[in-house]
């Protein structure tokens, strides 16, 4: 029987290289993972733009909401759809996107980007706010009071 001690050093060693090796595995299969669904996320991004641009005129003016976009007061908006009624531009296509957002090419479409702000919102709700904001602009336009 021998009377050395018995060294852990080389056992611990081993574990902490397997630990270490078994990390980058995950955090391969982990980067794998986001790559997939930043694509899938990109396709069903891009087949939503295909059905919503399907859907507008070829004529209509197309304002996307988008965070990015220009805010406008109410008074503004109002102005900017009494000018398109102005210049004959009687399709208006607003476009809200979905959780994922609009695909490029539905972006590149608008003719107007317009923020109502940098919160995201759910798409019924923005959808009110969305109708409540052209009644109002529609009740400036006629010099009608509304609601401050």
């Known amino acids: 029987m021998s009377t050395q001690p018995f060294r852990f050093q ?3 060693n081993w574990a902490e290289q397997r630990e270490e090796q078994q990390m980058l595995v995950l955090a391969n299969a982990l980067h794998e993972e986001q790559s997939a669904v930043a694509t899938l996320d990109a ?3 891009q087949r939503e733009g295909e059905r919503i641009l399907a859907q507008i005129k070829s004529d209509a003016y197309v304002v996307a909401l988008a965070i990015d976009g220009k805010p406008l007061s109410s ?3 109002a102005r900017h759809v009494e000018g398109l ?3 004959g531009r009687s399709h208006v296509a607003f476009v809200i996107g979905g959780s994922l957002g609009l695909a490029p090419a539905v972006l590149q479409r608008a003719e107007l980007k317009l923020s109502f702000g940098r919160m ?3 798409h019924q709700l ?3 706010v ?3 904001q052209v009644y109002r602009a529609f009740k400036i336009m006629r010099g009608e009071p ?3």
């Open 85 to 87: 009624a102005t210049y």
């Open 43 to 45: 396709l069903v991004r």
């Open 146 to 148: 509304y609601h401050k």
């Open 10 to 12: 080389p056992l611990l």
């Open 126 to 128: 923005m959808r009110l």
């Open 75 to 77: 008074d503004e908006l």
């Open 120 to 122: 995201t919102l759910p």
């Open 130 to 132: 969305l109708v409540e």
